[in-house]
């Protein structure tokens, strides 16, 4: 993978915890520049048990010409560790391990892609679309395996890329047993908490026009923004022109868990999603939570889906804010029917022995 960070890292530290948990020799490559003391940190705890190592190399988030010696760098670890499956996610991550070289008697027979968004949120009408898809197809003809974390990323895939010619499954991600552990709002915590990348896919603008909206008719609400991106300054000034300066702050990037503790509701204004993290984790400690009906969040909701928000609609948000806030004990009762459908059906465990099962069937055919 390229940047250790966000849901796509989360989902491969689970995954490699179990694995090794589970007797299997991991090793994990991702980019030597991106992610901060978190990333330093929660590799340096994952290098304890993954036994082919942990490196780090630049991988530019742009395809460029320092590809060329990335993919030299990734071949030669594979080569190296004898690998016998390389598990490519992300866009970037899913091309080096498919463009890796491998010369030796014990490189790896299979090689599998999960997206986890990225390419797939590409427009295939546009320029840049354009080039990333028809990669895409390309790549798709070195994959042995394909492992989509959503029905709907599967779908998007079919839509834009092809219908995949190889073995491919639907594994939805997971969350950990101590992740029911309820988390407790601070003494005067915010009324409102979103947790992400400040980019424009999150929909943070839809959020401040809603409680925008809120203020103006009298319903002062405050918001406590947690994340890093490219855009954080301009939502800064956006709250500040809509004159939100004493009811929203913004905090950098830190756990979830954490974060849950600084508001009352959760809301998650994506305007394109996979199958994300946070709705996962704050549905499992218990977390009200609001969530646009984009990408695989219907798949998490199931039942509940009929409370999800049109994306990008400020009014629509407007309004399930103020909905949950007048009625706590409705909203109580759906935070609970979803949490014991997270504990049901979206466990660490779970995602993890689908993923072995898929590689020991793709291997079983091919005869690792």
Excluded: W
């Excluded at 915890?17 to 990333?39: N, P, S």
């Amino acid at each position: 993978m390229r940047a250790p960070v966000g849901g796509l890292f989360r989902h491969v530290r689970d995954l490699a915890h179990e694995q090794a948990r589970r007797g299997h020799a991991v090793g994990l490559v991702c980019d030597a520049a991106t992610g901060g003391k978190m990333a330093r940190d929660a590799l340096a705890d994952l290098e304890k048990h993954c036994t082919l190592g942990v490196a780090r190399i630049a991988m530019g988030r742009l395809p460029g010409i320092s590809d060329l010696s990335a993919i030299a760098r990734v071949s030669r670890i594979a080569e190296h560790s004898a690998a016998q499956i390389l598990h490519g996610h992300g866009a970037k991550g899913g091309a080096y391990a498919r463009l890796a070289q491998l010369t030796g008697a014990h490189g790896p027979a299979h090689r599998f892609y999960t997206p986890h968004g990225g390419s797939l949120h590409y427009s295939p009408r546009s320029p840049a679309g354009m080039v990333v898809l028809a990669v895409e197809r390309m790549l798709l003809k070195r994959t042995d395996g394909l492992i989509f974390e959503s029905a709907y990323g599967r779908d998007v895939y079919t839509a834009k890329v092809a219908e995949p010619t190889c073995p491919a499954r639907v594994v939805h991600n997971g969350v950990r047993r101590d992740e029911f552990e309820p988390v407790a709002p601070f003494p005067h915590a915010a009324d409102i908490l979103f947790v992400g990348e400040m980019r424009a896919l999150k929909g943070v603008s839809t959020l401040l026009r809603a409680i925008g909206k809120l203020s103006a008719a009298g319903e002062r609400v405050t918001a406590v923004l947690v994340g890093e991106g490219a855009e954080k300054a301009k939502l800064e000034a956006e709250a500040a022109r809509l004159g939100l300066n004493r009811q929203i702050a913004f905090r950098p990037a830190m756990p979830t868990r954490e974060a849950m503790a600084l508001a009352h509701l959760l809301v998650v204004p994506s305007l394109a999603e996979s199958l994300p993290y946070v709705v996962l984790e704050a549905a499992s400690a218990g977390m009200p939570l609001i969530a646009t009906n984009v990408g695989g969040i219907p798949e998490i909701f199931g039942p509940l889906s009929d409370a999800l928000v049109p994306p990008g609609d400020a009014d629509a948000l407007t309004e399930a804010i103020r909905t949950a806030r007048a009625h706590p004990a409705a909203l109580a009762k759906r935070t609970k029917r979803l949490r014991a459908r997270i504990r049901a059906d979206f466990s660490v465990s779970g995602m993890s022995e689908s993923i072995l099962d898929f590689y020991r069937a793709v291997a079983a055919v091919g005869g690792i």
